[in-house]
DNA sequence: AATTTAAGCAACCGCGGCTCA
DNA sequence: TTGAGCCGCGGTTGCTTAAAT
């Protein structure tokens, strides 16, 4: 037996609100409040609507302080650096923006921003290309700064698309990141992708942030088939060094000894907050959700002039199960 | 000017988790 | 302990508008 419906599907409008609808929901919570019971609120409200519809309306549009139009650098950053470490978990990113609701940011990621981030991504021919300077200008100070020559998505010749910027967090726990021990630099190593890009990678020490991408199987994708997300699909690493990457077991870079271990999303259970990205050597840290701790991410991601220095990513891919990951490191 | 395609965004849906009887 | 009821989240859909042809 399924479950009941929540509302009687028969006698409830859908659709777009009317100004009327509108205006009777809001003055009806502004009296009265919700209630705690958005299921009845309707009723009371004199709207023919389900509960949960009114929910969304009054939390995405009708309620105080809600900011519309564009989005400042400041988010942008914010929205980059949440996402990158607890991943798809719009209610949390949208906390730390006031006025933004989950679903204004949902849509600003799959429909700009990470469009943004790919284009900005997207290497020069690459007879112009060269490793960035490091540390970047501290007079950088636009988002479009923020990832010029620090990301470099990898781009699958056979695919002809670009790799997602996912969160690690779609990984499965069980083969989730490990540690690195290690030989902290300043210096970047640079790997070359099939592309023979280049890929500037920076050693982090042990206290420095560990953000890893990796990704689930699907995107978003629209009714009529196009993908307003950029789709990660298979990509098959032609160097050694990336070769090093392309099974579920833990990497070790004999010179380097930078360490990741990753696996399949298995399709289940794979976004958790609690799958924290930068444990230590040979143990996954599980920990509870901290608004703090968020906070601390945002403020960690952050230079003194408030943007994000020193983003590196490293892309993999297991072809068959879709294990996928960027290792990605920002302090 | 008409048609097609793409982008943007509001709204819907289903599921997991929480609470409480 | 269990199950019903509800909330809230994240993924998805579909409508509207803008841009391209």
């Not at 490990?178 to 210096?187: D, E, K, V, W």
């Not at 420095?208 to 196009?226: A, K, Y």
């Not at 392309?246 to 930078?258: F, V």
């Amino acid at each position: 037996m399924g479950r009941a419906p929540c509302c009687d599907k028969a006698n409830v409008k859908k659709g777009p609100w009317s100004p009327e609808e509108d205006s009777k929901l809001k003055e009806y919570i502004e009296k009265y409040g919700t209630g705690g019971n958005w299921i009845a609120l309707p009723q009371k409200a004199g709207l023919k609507r389900c509960g949960k519809s009114c929910r969304l309306r009054w939390l995405n549009y009708l309620r105080p302080n809600i900011k519309h139009g564009e989005f400042t650098d400041e988010e942008d950053r914010i929205i980059c650096s949440l996402f990158a470490t607890i991943g798809s978990r719009w209610s949390i990113i949208a906390a730390q923006l006031p006025g933004r609701t989950d679903n204004d940011i949902k849509n600003y990621w799959n429909t700009k921003l990470k469009k943004k981030l790919m284009v900005m991504a997207a290497a020069p021919p690459q007879s112009q290309r060269k490793p960035p300077p490091y540390p970047p200008s501290s007079s950088e100070s636009s988002f479009s700064s923020l990832y010029k020559d620090y990301t470099i998505p990898y781009y699958s010749t056979s695919t002809k698309s670009f790799t997602g910027f996912e969160p690690i967090s779609s990984v499965h726990q069980s083969n989730l990141l490990h540690s690195t021990s290690g030989l902290a630099s300043t210096n970047p190593s640079f790997l070359r992708n099939p592309e023979n890009l280049v890929c500037p990678v920076y050693y982090p020490s042990m206290k420095d942030n560990f953000l890893m991408f990796g990704s689930e199987t699907s995107c978003s994708t629209s009714s009529d088939g196009s993908c307003s997300q950029i789709k990660q699909e298979d990509h098959h690493m032609g160097s050694t060094n990336f070769q090093s990457f392309t099974s579920s077991r833990a990497y070790e870079d004999q010179t380097h000894k930078l360490m990741v271990s990753y696996g399949s999303n298995g399709g289940e259970n794979v976004n958790q907050w609690n799958e924290k990205a930068h444990g230590y050597c040979g143990e996954t840290q599980t920990v509870d959700y901290d608004p703090e701790e968020v906070k601390q991410l945002i403020s960690s991601s952050s230079t003194s002039n408030g943007i994000i220095n020193n983003t590196n990513f490293l892309f993999s891919d297991e072809n068959k199960t879709q294990e996928k990951v960027m290792y990605y490191y920002y302090h």
